[in-house]
């Protein structure tokens, strides 16, 4: 393999492995706070591909993006209310199962909205420009993903560390019932965790898709499974934990396939899951839980 | 109710399932789609019973049943795919000679061993089931909830990719999937198996085992401290449902006459889940009920949500390709949030319920049914 | 509450059976002439009796209509139901039958295309078309031979669909014979290194490949990447980089028509200038659509042009299916405009076929016209068409065509006698 064409294997992990971070990043907060792996943020990342689609066809890309961000997000906290908050009370696999019942609703419900042949994803001129150094060809979304996800991921943590609401989260996440008696609105700090989680994957979705144009209902499915993983790696609950965790498997994928193993590559993303599980259940940066009696 | 009373209601619906059965059987052809229906109902009845054994009564939420259904199908299917069939099934990269060695040997074998070979290959392809359970049940099975969800979950898409890989390609055709796989010979074949993997599973969980099994869903800790020893229950419990799904499996792959890696997606087991939730997590009648309901409204009943449909001169809006599973996840959505118990909740079926669910309307007495324990 | 709810679910349910239950017994009704001359039928699909006035003869057409190949399907499912338009009775035995399309979907996948085509069993036809792909059809194939129905592919190209299977025929070319039009193309036109990249568990795909690199090589070329993605894969960066570092003169990549545009537009962005090109999947409009300026210089194979002057049958045909489209704009809409696909035209022969057939066999009986489809000679819109004893028709011309200018321009006809 020469120099120029493993860059450029690089260049396609690293940007694969941005727009899983930026998506293991709704999926870490969800599960940092309600303990609940919520099976249907694939299927919201796979919405708001069609909801770009949507957008597209009336407006310019740089209204469509808002536009998107916000029926994501609209999207996402819906569903919360709807399908997790009655829930709350419930065994774990109550809420789960609803979790699949949610993933398994959107899914078809995309099928019957806009048939299952796949959909082709508009063309954003500006990030499918095509930039040449050398030998290495690639359109400007594949550096800007990357860039693009660090500058939110690091916003993020600046907001979960310096702001109220961050810290309302903080506590939450640490100990649900003792941050309700402490008079921390759990209904808000749950619902900022959805809109947070749910305008990344819609970040996350416009990056991915404009990159393989094309959606089809089932496009949110496999992802959304890589990037709990991806979660679980860094260390449920971790934010950076996610983004590093989303990077690795990003670019494990691409080398897997550029080696000719394209079949491996989705069942080595499980494999990673199962070792770090046993080894350390944590995760690369997560805390140590300890089971209470 | 009288004892008597139920025995004769018990002799009578046996006998009408049984003439039923027979009644299809010499009118195949008119009844294709009933048939087919039964046929699928009474293998999904397996695969949900024997997740039920691990979710409802033990407590492990395991999402790997895809995974074992496809060692079953996949084993089945291979020691029964015909010797002459062989060679156009494998035409892309040919055959494992070992295996085919092996089924020429098959062939000449007596008539008798012929005859109860399809049950063998069954029964194997569960053993092999069983086997990977046991061996991945060693690490996994120390997870709890959600991560043991996730982990079986990955352990079934692993399985699923080996299976389809290309380096297993004169063994299990890789991706292309085997065809030409026999059928059942006889219609009531499956509905036997069924009925019998059925009662091994309601045996077991009549045992001390069963009620170790459910020690440990009530609290693990408990159970512990009562003397029961966690892993070795938990891991008999993965191993037997395992085992119960690959034989599933199997008849899957001969019911369906051709498997791919695809069948066996994350897809399957959340269907499976759908029926275990409709049916009630913790009954074993809620889960039989459930698959022939979902299985029968799924493939039949429902499916005129798919066409248009015009009543009256009024044509229904919405009515199109799709609706019908778009209405079965607004179900599956409405049992989840409202209906949590299902249709049996954690009973089991008894004539005595059904009496009590008839009078109960007419008498506002409240009903103490037994062991309804909840 | 929820025992007024589990009641009234219950009487949903109830209804749902009865509905189920009516539907089957109308289908029974109306396929009970099928069985009247069903002399040899061991399996005819219904019984004698209760003879409607009306009669019936049902063609199944077993189609993707979904799926990765959906867009296809229905391309060559517009052909069947045009021709059902033109043709729309038979006469069997002195008696007009009126012919009932019986549409089913088998998703693109083999595993709903058994489902598909034992519903299509039940429902009691005498004879079926399609599928468009050949993974389905040869999943299918097996159910339509045990129940003694005969089938005819409309645009299944791979050689395993009817090999060994007494009851499928089809009105199109094999791969092997495609594979080598399209190397025979590529060594005329001055290339010596090839890249193939093929879907994984996909007849048509592997099939074709394969019968390409073993032409290519024949012909003195050398294959320089071979390279393999799985179904519903969007991104081919990683495998396009391996071929771009290999850089082949041409890249052969059979593929579905929703695989085509993320191909062709992926490799242009890497900066890959080879020629790129694919089996007759491709002559599908939307592609073009999708992929916009680089598309432009794909060269394919495929079974008919719809400007070839020198058929009349085909010329008539384009003119009528035209109008046909025209009339529908939902139709229009989803062929991509007024251009006729290929897939349409070898749907509408497989129609014809299958009216020759019936007429030959004068019967309704399934067993009867697979005797008489053996003989069947038919001047079809994509030429003559006769079955050998595979049941494949004797073709032995393919068209090459190219885009240039935003639509698919016909380059020359390539003919290989054996």
């Not at chain 2, 699928?40 to 695969?47: D, E, S, Y």
């Not at chain 3, 109308?26 to 069903?38: E, F, L, M, Q, V």
């Not at chain 3, 050998?388 to 639509?407: L, P, Q, R, S």
Request: hydrophobic share 50%; net charge negative.
């Amino acid at each position: 393999m020469s120099f120029t064409t493993f860059i450029q294997h690089c260049l396609t992990g690293i940007s694969l492995g941005g727009a899983y971070a930026l998506i293991a990043v709704g999926y870490t907060m969800v599960y940092g706070i309600l303990r609940l792996i919520n099976f249907a943020h694939g299927d919201i990342f796979m919405m708001a591909g069609y909801f770009m689609i949507f957008a597209m066809v009336s407006l310019p890309w740089a209204v469509a993006i808002p536009v998107v961000i916000i029926a994501t997000v609209i999207l996402g906290v819906a569903i919360e209310r709807v399908a997790y908050k009655p829930l709350r009370t419930a065994p774990r696999m109550s809420i789960m199962i609803s979790a699949i019942g949610v993933s398994y609703l959107l899914q078809n419900l995309a099928t019957y909205l806009f048939t299952a042949l796949p959909k082709a994803y508009p063309t954003i001129p500006l990030l499918k420009k095509i930039f040449q150094i050398g030998d290495i060809s690639a359109s400007l979304v594949t550096f800007i993903t990357p860039v693009l996800t660090i500058a939110l991921v690091i916003g993020l943590v600046m907001m979960i560390n310096h702001t109220k609401i961050g810290m309302a989260m903080r506590a939450v996440s640490k100990d649900f019932e003792t941050s309700q008696l402490m008079g921390i609105k759990i209904n808000t700090v749950i619902s900022m965790t959805f809109i947070i989680g749910s305008a990344l994957a819609a970040v996350g979705s416009i990056l991915y898709f404009t990159d393989r144009m094309s959606v089809t209902p089932f496009s949110g499915t496999l992802p959304g499974l890589k990037c709990f993983v991806a979660a679980v790696l860094g260390g449920i609950g971790s934010i950076p934990g996610a983004v590093v965790g989303g990077f690795i498997i990003g670019i494990c994928e691409t080398a897997l396939v550029a080696l000719g193993y394209s079949t491996f590559s989705d069942a080595f993303t499980f494999v990673l899951l199962i070792i770090m599980l046993l080894f350390k259940p944590t995760g690369l940066f997560g805390e140590k839980i300890i089971d209470k009696v | 109710m009288k004892k008597s009373v139920k025995w004769i209601l018990n002799v009578v619906m046996i006998a009408l399932v049984v003439l039923l059965l027979i009644f299809l059987e010499n009118n195949k052809s008119d009844q294709g789609m009933l048939i087919s229906v039964l046929q699928k109902g009474a293998i999904l009845a397996i695969v949900a019973v024997a997740m039920n054994l691990l979710n409802g009564f033990t407590g492990l939420f395991s999402l790997g049943q895809a995974g074992f259904m496809a060692i079953g199908a996949y084993t089945t299917a291979i020691f029964l795919i015909p010797v002459a069939a062989v060679d156009g099934v494998y035409y892309m990269n040919g055959i494992n000679p070992g295996i085919k060695a092996f089924k020429e040997v098959i062939e000449t074998a007596p008539s008798w061993l012929q005859a109860c070979y399809p049950y063998l290959a069954l029964i194997v392809g569960g053993v092999f089931a069983a086997l990977f359970a046991a061996l991945i049940g060693i690490p996994v099975l120390r997870l709890k909830s959600d991560y043991l969800a996730i982990a079986t979950l990955g352990f079934s898409e692993i399985i699923r990719a080996l299976l389809s890989s290309p380096q297993f390609d004169t063994i299990t055709n890789g991706s292309y999937g085997l065809n030409k796989i026999p059928g059942f010979s006889n219609l009531l074949i499956p509905f036997i198996i069924a009925g019998v993997c059925i009662l091994l599973m309601i045996l077991l969980i009549h045992s001390t085992y069963g009620r170790a099994f459910k020690a440990i869903r009530e609290d693990e800790i408990a159970a512990e401290a009562m003397g029961i020893n966690l892993f070795k229950h938990k891991e008999m419990s993965f191993v037997i449902s395992s085992f119960f799904t690959g034989v599933a499996g199997g008849m899957l792959a001969m019911f369906m006459r051709s498997i791919e890696a695809k069948t066996f997606s994350i897809a399957l087991t959340y269907d499976i889940l759908l029926i275990i939730v409709i049916g009630g997590i913790g009954s074993v009648t809620g889960s039989v009920l459930g698959a022939f309901l979902v299985t029968a409204s799924k493939e039949w009943w429902l499916r005129f949500f798919d066409q248009p449909q015009t009543i009256f001169g009024w044509e229904v809006p919405l009515f199109r390709t799709g609706f019908r599973m778009v209405i079965f996840s607004i179900l599956l959505m409405v049992v989840v949030l409202f209906y949590r118990r299902g249709l049996m909740g954690t009973n089991e079926f008894s004539w005595d319920g059904i009496w009590n669910f008839i009078k109960k309307p007419f008498t506002k007495k409240k009903t103490a049914k037994g062991g309804a324990a909840q | 509450m929820k025992r007024i709810l589990a009641i009234v679910l219950a009487m949903v349910l109830a209804l749902g059976l009865m509905a189920g239950c009516g539907d089957s017994s109308n289908g029974n009704d109306a396929s009970a002439p099928a069985a009247d001359n069903g002399a040899s039928a061991s399996d005819a699909p219904a019984d004698d009796g209760a003879a409607s006035s009306d009669k019936v003869i049902k063609i199944g057409v077993f189609e993707p209509i979904t799926g990765e190949n959906g867009g296809g399907g229905f391309q060559e499912v517009l052909g069947v139901r045009y021709a059902n338009q033109v043709v729309p009775t038979v006469d069997i035995g002195g008696e007009t039958y009126s012919i009932e399309l019986v549409e089913v979907d088998n998703k693109s996948d083999k595993t709903e295309a058994v489902t598909a085509a034992q519903s299509l069993m039940s429902s009691g036809v005498a004879v079926v078309l399609g599928s468009y792909g050949s993974g389905v059809s040869i999943a299918a194939g097996e159910i339509f031979a045990e129940n003694q129905i005969p089938a005819i592919g409309c645009s299944c190209t791979n050689p395993q669909v009817t090999l060994g299977n007494d009851f499928y025929f089809r009105v199109c070319f094999l791969d092997p014979f495609q594979g080598t039009v399209m190397a025979n193309y590529a060594s005329q036109e001055g290339a010596t290194k090839a890249a193939v990249i093929t879907q994984l568990g996909d007849d048509y795909s592997s099939g074709l490949g394969n019968f390409f690199l073993k032409a290519f090589k024949e012909l003195g070329g050398e294959i320089v990447a071979e390279e393999q993605f799985q179904t519903n894969q969007t991104d081919f960066k990683a495998i396009l980089t391996n071929i771009k570092a290999a850089e082949p003169d041409v890249i052969f990549a059979p593929s579905s028509i929703a695989t085509a545009p993320l191909l062709i537009k992926q490799a242009r962005e890497l900066g890959i200038t080879a020629k790129i090109m694919a089996g007759d999947t491709w002559e599908n409009a939307t592609i073009i659509e999708n992929a916009g300026e680089d598309a432009e210089g794909i060269v394919i194979s495929t079974f008919f042009d719809e400007n070839d002057s020198a058929n009349t049958t085909a010329a008539d045909f384009v003119k009528g299916f035209k109008e046909f489209l025209n009339a529908t704009p939902d139709y229009l809409s989803k062929n991509g405009g007024d251009g006729v696909a290929a897939v349409s035209a070898l749907g509408y022969d497989a129609y014809m076929a299958a009216i020759e057939a019936i007429k030959a066999a004068d019967s309704t009986d399934p067993v009867a016209i697979r005797d008489a489809l053996k003989t069947v000679e038919l001047n079809g819109v994509t030429g003559s068409i006769t079955f050998d004893e595979n049941g494949d028709a004797n073709k032995d011309m393919a068209f090459i065509k190219t885009v240039e200018g935003g639509e698919f321009k016909f380059l020359k006809t390539v003919t290989i006698s054996e």
